[in-house]
């Protein structure tokens, strides 16, 4: 077996593993049961937003390559100009705090930890009455990589642990070697601004938040998780700070954006919109795209 593939079935059993858990927990096996006859027509009205996340996932994959090779040609170098805005942070970061328990933790949460808490809504908002909190999730994906996308191969970054190898460990692979089988295929060098693990973290995080009648122990433990995965970006010495900002930004962006292109759900007999996830007036963007709640 190779090492890939052997890293990829763990990913698969213990993300599993964590879903069917806080599936039982969070949502219930009552409501798990009702969704298994209600999924398809819910994916039905979803295609929209599905297929342009499959789209900008496929060209992502497809075009990484030659993305990288546009950019190499016309992108704009910024790597000093992040190094000047913030200097050693990261460098200071793991000097000051790194344990091997520490390193155990964001190593786990960077890749165990992320995948769950971006699979784990699907399954939440497809539980949920209507779709509109489904389709704006799905949504604020494909806005989260398609936008990432455009800013990989407009910006040329690399970062610390490549700027400041002396004093910057790539911790999560002295950790797990095997792990580098899996982001090297995803993932490259100079694709460091925004924080696209930290974007769409953020999103998640903001999402649970919005939705936090619905699911409020997913609220607490969705912002738990989000803030580990951004501090695990620049402990393991891949991300800048400035990363991070930026990845902020993007993830509050796209949420916004979400909601302003996916309309709420209808009414049902004269009750309050958006019967989906929360948005009523306490929990909603209101007319101005802005949080309410």
Request: with cysteine; hydrophobic share 50%; aromatic share 12%.
């Amino acid at each position: 077996m190779s090492v890939l593939l052997s890293v990829v079935l763990r990913l698969v059993f213990w993300v599993g593993v964590m879903c069917f858990v806080a599936g039982i927990a969070l949502i219930g096996p009552a409501r798990l049961y009702e969704l298994a006859h209600e999924l398809i027509p819910k994916l039905r009205a979803s295609a929209v937003p599905i297929a342009g996340l499959l789209a900008v996932l496929i060209a992502s994959a497809v075009g990484r390559g030659a993305l990288q090779t546009v950019s190499e040609v016309i992108a704009f170098r910024l790597t000093g100009t992040i190094y000047a805005i913030e200097g050693p942070f990261v460098a200071w970061l793991q000097a000051t705090y790194v344990t091997p328990e520490l390193t155990f933790y964001f190593s786990w949460i960077y890749i165990y930890g992320y995948v769950f808490l971006l699979t784990f809504p699907f399954i939440a908002y497809a539980a949920l009455p209507g779709t509109a909190a489904l389709k704006r999730l799905i949504a604020a994906y494909a806005l989260n990589y398609g936008i990432g996308l455009v800013f990989y191969t407009l910006i040329l970054a690399y970062g610390p642990r490549n700027v400041m190898p002396d004093v910057v460990t790539s911790l999560l692979y002295t950790f797990n070697p095997d792990f580098q089988a899996l982001t090297s295929e995803v993932n490259e060098n100079t694709n460091v601004f925004p924080s696209l693990h930290t974007s769409l973290a953020m999103t998640v995080a903001t999402f649970g938040v919005l939705t936090r009648r619905e699911y409020p122990a997913w609220a607490v433990i969705s912002v738990w998780i989000a803030v580990s995965v951004m501090v695990s970006t620049m402990y393991l010495g891949i991300h800048w700070l400035v990363d991070v900002i930026g990845g902020i930004g993007l993830a509050l962006g796209c949420v916004y954006l979400s909601y302003r292109l996916v309309e709420p759900d209808e009414p049902i007999d004269g009750g309050a919109e958006d019967v989906a996830a929360g948005e009523d007036t306490a929990t909603s963007p209101g007319e101005d795209g802005s949080a309410t709640g």
